[in-house]
């Protein structure tokens, strides 16, 4: 997969482990930003960036606004704002309605980055329990990106894969290991 300016990525029920699994093997060299939603409790300060930075070699930090997106960034979405990519590629927090009763959502990252990105996005959805990201990883597709989903018999929760599967057809479908080697191939494209 040539020519990826960068991944987000959905998970929902069963995500922490995922995504310590599919980031953890990313190279301390990898150039592409990362965006994570994970689906997180309203109330309380997510502590999601600090417990993936003990098992990351990247720079992992909670999405700021008006944040401009760097390479070799993780950012992870904060509980209670959605995450989007404005057209500069900087990063946008809104407080509008729930997704899928789910703030931050999937969706909504994964249509903005699409709108950003165009080609040059991938976008992986992870196990979970709702819908979320079935649509917005369609519309990733439809835009000319590239889509993976985890193979629903390897999800924790497969609700959310095959949700995102009965949507549209990924380039690839993969367990979570695979997902994680798939990313650590990629070479940032040179626009």
Known sequence: MNGVRAVVIGASAGGVTALFTVLGALPASFAIPVLCV???????????????????QLPVRQACDKQAIAPGQIYVAGPGYHLSVEADFSLSLSQEEPVHFSRPAIDFLFTSAADAYGPGLLG??????NEDGAQGLAYIKNNGGRTV???????????????????HTPDLIL?????????????????
């Open 38 to 56: 994970l689906h997180l409790p309203d109330d309380r300060h997510s502590q999601l960036a600090e417990v993936l930075q003990r098992r990351v």
């Open 124 to 129: 992986v959805l992870l196990t979970g329990a």
């Open 149 to 167: 989903v985890q193979d629903p018999r390897d999800a924790q929760v497969a609700l959310m894969p095959e949700a995102a599967l009965a949507l």
């Open 175 to 191: 367990s979570l290991s695979g997902i994680g080697q798939l990313l650590a191939t990629l070479e940032p494209s040179a626009c």
